[in-house]
């Protein structure tokens, strides 16, 4: 059993930064590839970035590419997310998520359906 807590969002104007960061709990945690999701009012769910269980490998969506960078630190069990150079189609609720199954590589974008642990979300406002 995974649980994860995000932190971090907030408030910004455009072309700040600001850093996410998912506290896991559970002894597989470092097991499992993590990823970044948004969601912005009357839009789907997206992933933005994810990260293997080694960190070894990574995925942006375009939206994002050159501005945000995941990360993880297995030994404390987080994951981050830097934002940089924010706009204001960034606004949205943040959601850290663990796949179902552990050793999984990153080699695209993460579905909804193979997460089967979320954080319960934080919402990132950038203000043009």
């Known amino acids: 059993q995974v649980q994860l807590v995000e932190s971090g969002g907030g408030l910004v104007q455009a072309g700040g930064s600001l850093r996410l960061a998912c506290a896991g709990s559970g002894r597989s945690f470092s097991m499992h590839a993590m990823g970044w999701f948004r969601q912005a009012p009357g839009k789907e769910r997206e992933c933005v970035a994810a990260?293997?269980?080694?960190?070894?490998?990574?995925y942006y969506a375009d939206s994002v590419k050159g501005r945000f960078t995941i990360s993880r630190d297995n030994a404390k069990n987080t994951v981050y997310l830097q934002m940089n150079s924010l706009k204001p189609e960034d606004t949205a609720v943040y959601y850290c998520a663990a796949t179902f199954e552990t050793g999984t590589v990153v080699t695209g974008p993460l579905s909804s359906w193979s997460m089967g642990y979320w954080g319960k979300g934080t919402l990132v406002t950038v203000s043009s």
């Open positions: 990260i293997s269980w080694t960190g070894g490998s990574t």
